[in-house]
């Protein structure tokens, strides 16, 4: 009896309990091929079947999912007892299966998969947030004594190196931090103003706009646009650069890749987020003035005496001073995890998110302890 199960693949019972499998038409990867289970499920209904014929004359092209199916087929054959006649097959399918077969599997090739328990799964977390604040310290420490060999004027970077980070840094950052830091001006003002219009307060939209932007909004939304804009750029360039082997280049060469790539792009931060703080604390105030001018009908002498009577210099710099540590801690972020990056495509997509979310969490948390040393502080 013949039955055709498959497109490429039909069986046909002879009457000396031999099975003939016919193997016909195109057998590649891509074409969604038949599985050895087929010729089980035939095995199974046919229990009398001691031989197992091919018939290959109708294949008109393959790959190597013919052999992968074969090997299967014979593998099954030998836990039924069952003989393989393999005289119907192509030539070269048949080299390619002895080839195969004359090797055998390396008991534990295959890795297999073995649940882990719930203890064994908090311990390797346990471990490898160990490694990483090991990992971590160890960077800080290097970064620490490159410091030191800067003020003594003993590190090698290239200064146009330098002047390009500062000016994609500083000056290509402008258009972003332009936006978001007007709309948050714009946001701190409409909602200062529904709640104060109620009270007849409205000229204190300007002293709540002043007060936030330039103690607080404007060095943390400076700080947040950088980590996500600067800081997966810096672990992006430097993940290529690890996977590209030019981090170990610069190492045989007898450069410090923590001098010559990391330095100037800490630097860089350093000198440029206190100008963009500065910049953002200006649009947004004058995010504020188009609030209270447009909507609660301030005028712009108003609502700009207002404004400075609400500040001081202490307010000023107190926000310069935070900009800066953001600075650096966005800087290390992103170096951090370039360097830490894997060797993989993958790995550097990994490392910029990786960047983004610590530098973000390390300004948040920045932010909180200044916010306490600030009241005990007095200031």
Do not use: H
Not at 95 to 101: D, K
């Amino acid at each position: 009896m013949s039955s055709a199960v498959e497109s490429g693949l039909s069986f046909t019972l002879t009457g000396d309990a031999s099975l003939e499998v016919r193997l016909a038409g195109a057998w590649r990867l891509r074409g969604g091929l038949p599985s050895a289970s087929l010729v089980e499920r035939e095995l199974e209904s046919v229990p009398k079947v001691k031989n197992i014929a091919f018939e290959a004359r109708e294949l008109s092209s393959w790959d190597s999912s013919v052999l992968a199916f074969l090997v299967e087929v014979s593998e099954l054959c030998r836990q039924r007892g069952i003989n393989m006649d393999r005289a119907g097959l192509p030539a070269g399918v048949r080299r390619l299966l002895e080839l195969a077969e004359a090797v055998p599997e390396k008991k534990g090739a295959r890795k297999e998969e073995v649940e882990t328990s719930f203890l064994e799964r908090v311990g390797t977390s346990a471990i490898g947030a160990g490694s990483s604040l090991g990992e971590m310290l160890n960077f800080l420490g290097e970064m620490t004594l490159t410091f030191i060999q800067l003020l003594r004027m003993k590190v090698r970077f290239r200064a146009v190196d330098l002047f390009l980070l500062i000016q994609q840094c500083g000056a290509q950052a402008l258009p972003i931090v332009t936006l978001i830091s007007f709309l948050v001006g714009v946001i701190l003002a409409f909602v200062g103003a529904v709640q104060l219009k109620q009270f007849g307060a409205q000229i204190y939209v300007a002293d709540l706009v002043g007060i936030a932007m330039i103690r607080e909004m404007g060095a943390m939304m400076t700080g947040i646009i950088m980590a996500g804009r600067t800081g997966a750029a810096f672990a992006a360039q430097l993940g290529t650069m690890k996977v590209t082997q030019e981090i170990d280049a610069f190492t045989t060469m007898g450069f410090s890749p923590l001098e010559f790539l990391v330095l100037p792009r800490v630097i860089a931060l350093i000198l440029m987020m206190p100008l963009l703080c500065l910049y953002s604390d200006f649009v947004g105030v004058m995010g504020g003035a188009a609030i209270g001018i447009g909507m609660l009908d301030l005028s712009w002498t108003t609502y700009m005496r207002e404004t400075s009577n609400a500040i001081s210099l202490t307010d000023v710099f107190g926000g310069v001073f935070k900009s800066s540590i953001y600075g650096v801690l966005i800087a290390l972020s992103g170096c951090l995890r370039g360097i830490q990056c894997g060797n993989s495509s993958s790995a550097v997509g990994d490392a910029a998110t990786s960047a983004v979310v610590t530098g973000i969490v390390a300004i948040v948390v920045a932010c909180g302890v200044f916010a306490v040393v600030f009241y005990v502080l007095g200031i």
